[in-house]
């Protein structure tokens, strides 16, 4: 069973390593909601607590999937979800919306997705700059109030923000994107996140699959797949991080494990006060993913694996320019 973590400082526990839920509904091939219902009951029976979802995911399908699976289970689980992007106007490609009349109704809304009285842990998912952060945080800090939600996050924030949601509602726990594969917060976000106690949940631990071994060229994808128009996944920038990712692949053989079970183990040796969820649709990676929490790494492993991935090493941005242009950085 997976040990548990404080998220944060303000009072939320969960498992060492959460699920992300998204890849159950869009981005990522085709969809099997019997066998993602399965994976989610099976993470359950692993002692897996956080479960990972939004809005925007599907859209509206996998917070109905998340509530369906879920029926009978409830209090045994933490229920992130996500507010924050415009689905009235889905051709505007990128449009956010946090005003605060908007974030109520989302929230009532995913409560009856989810099929629950509270939301656990409610992020912003994407800063918007045409919304004080301060009217962000005082709306969910209402919500707060009602029970309607436990806990505050934001996902993708840069440091002020951060810091100006803080001083009006506790934050619980900032969501990015953080791994070997990607390291941007390091510098920055980080040291603000160990200053004022807040959590890290990173998603995509294990670099889209180039952690795992099992990335392909963009093209090789199907249309409507996110990894097509990843730049890490073309031409020459696909070549050089398949490179880059051979000292995981080859510490993975050493140890007798898998390649994106010590991609894991890295990042769970980062800090106590870090909580990934890898995602999957799929009982046998999820078991894998579990297995991971048990894996330990030496100084000489850990120095090994920082060096062969250190900031820099790693070939093209990770989004492309809308999905950039979208980062509180």
Same mark, same amino acid.
């Given at each position: 069973?997976?040990?548990?973590?404080?998220?944060?400082?303000?009072?939320?526990?969960?498992?060492?390593?959460?699920?992300?839920?998204?890849?159950?509904?869009?981005?990522?091939?085709?969809?099997?909601?019997?066998?993602?219902?399965?994976?989610?009951?099976?993470?359950?029976?692993?002692?897996?607590?956080?479960?990972?979802?939004?809005?925007?995911?599907?859209?509206?399908?996998?917070?109905?999937?998340?509530?369906?699976?879920?029926?009978?289970?409830?209090?045994?689980?933490?229920?992130?979800?996500?507010?924050?992007?415009?689905?009235?106007?889905?051709?505007?490609?990128?449009?956010?919306?946090?005003?605060?009349?908007?974030?109520?109704?989302?929230?009532?809304?995913?409560?009856?997705?989810?099929?629950?009285?509270?939301?656990?842990?409610?992020?912003?998912?994407?800063?918007?700059?045409?919304?004080?952060?301060?009217?962000?945080?005082?709306?969910?800090?209402?919500?707060?109030?009602?029970?309607?939600?436990?806990?505050?996050?934001?996902? =993708?924030?840069?440091? +002020? /923000?951060? #810091?100006? &949601?803080? *001083? !009006?509602?506790?934050?619980?726990?900032?969501?990015?994107?953080?791994?070997?594969?990607?390291?941007?917060?390091?510098?920055?976000?980080?040291?603000?996140?160990?200053?004022?106690?807040?959590?890290?949940?990173?998603?995509?631990?294990?670099?889209?699959?180039?952690?795992?071994?099992?990335?392909?060229?963009?093209?090789?994808?199907?249309?409507?797949?996110?990894?097509?128009?990843?730049?890490?996944?073309?031409? =020459?920038?696909?070549? +050089? /991080?398949? #490179?880059? &990712?051979? *000292? !995981?692949?080859?510490?993975?053989?050493?140890?007798?494990?898998?390649?994106?079970?010590?991609?894991?183990?890295?990042?769970?040796?980062?800090?106590?006060?870090?909580?990934?969820?890898?995602?999957?649709?799929?009982?046998?990676?999820?078991?894998?993913?579990?297995?991971?929490?048990?894996?330990?790494?030496?100084?000489?492993?850990?120095?090994?694996?920082?060096?062969?991935?250190?900031?820099?090493?790693?070939?093209?941005?990770?989004?492309?320019?809308?999905?950039? &242009?979208?980062?509180?950085?």
């Amino acid at each position: 069973m997976l040990k548990r973590r404080a998220l944060g400082t303000q009072g939320l526990e969960v498992s060492a390593l959460g699920l992300g839920c998204m890849g159950m509904s869009q981005s990522y091939g085709s969809f099997d909601d019997a066998e993602s219902i399965a994976t989610i009951h099976r993470a359950i029976d692993l002692g897996v607590t956080l479960f990972d979802t939004a809005e925007v995911y599907g859209p509206y399908t996998n917070e109905e999937l998340l509530g369906r699976a879920l029926q009978g289970r409830r209090d045994k689980v933490v229920i992130a979800t996500k507010f924050g992007f415009d689905l009235q106007h889905a051709n505007r490609t990128g449009a956010v919306d946090s005003r605060p009349d908007h974030i109520r109704d989302v929230a009532e809304a995913s409560l009856r997705r989810l099929g629950t009285d509270h939301i656990d842990l409610l992020y912003q998912h994407r800063v918007d700059p045409a919304v004080p952060i301060e009217d962000v945080a005082g709306t969910v800090g209402d919500l707060i109030r009602e029970g309607k939600v436990r806990y505050f996050g934001l996902s =993708e924030a840069g440091v +002020a /923000n951060i #810091r100006r &949601a803080h *001083a !009006v509602q506790p934050v619980t726990a900032l969501q990015s994107e953080y791994s070997l594969w990607e390291r941007g917060i390091e510098a920055e976000i980080l040291p603000v996140l160990h200053e004022l106690g807040i959590g890290l949940v990173p998603f995509s631990p294990l670099g889209r699959g180039f952690l795992t071994g099992t990335a392909q060229r963009a093209e090789d994808y199907p249309e409507g797949d996110f990894r097509r128009g990843d730049p890490r996944f073309q031409g =020459e920038n696909f070549t +050089a /991080n398949m #490179r880059a &990712a051979d *000292a !995981v692949r080859a510490l993975a053989e050493a140890k007798g494990v898998k390649p994106g079970q010590i991609a894991l183990a890295w990042l769970l040796h980062q800090g106590e006060d870090l909580v990934p969820i890898p995602g999957t649709k799929r009982r046998t990676y999820l078991e894998e993913n579990v297995a991971a929490a048990g894996i330990a790494l030496n100084d000489t492993e850990l120095a090994a694996l920082d060096e062969a991935l250190r900031p820099g090493v790693v070939a093209g941005e990770r989004y492309g320019k809308t999905g950039m &242009a979208m980062l509180d950085r």
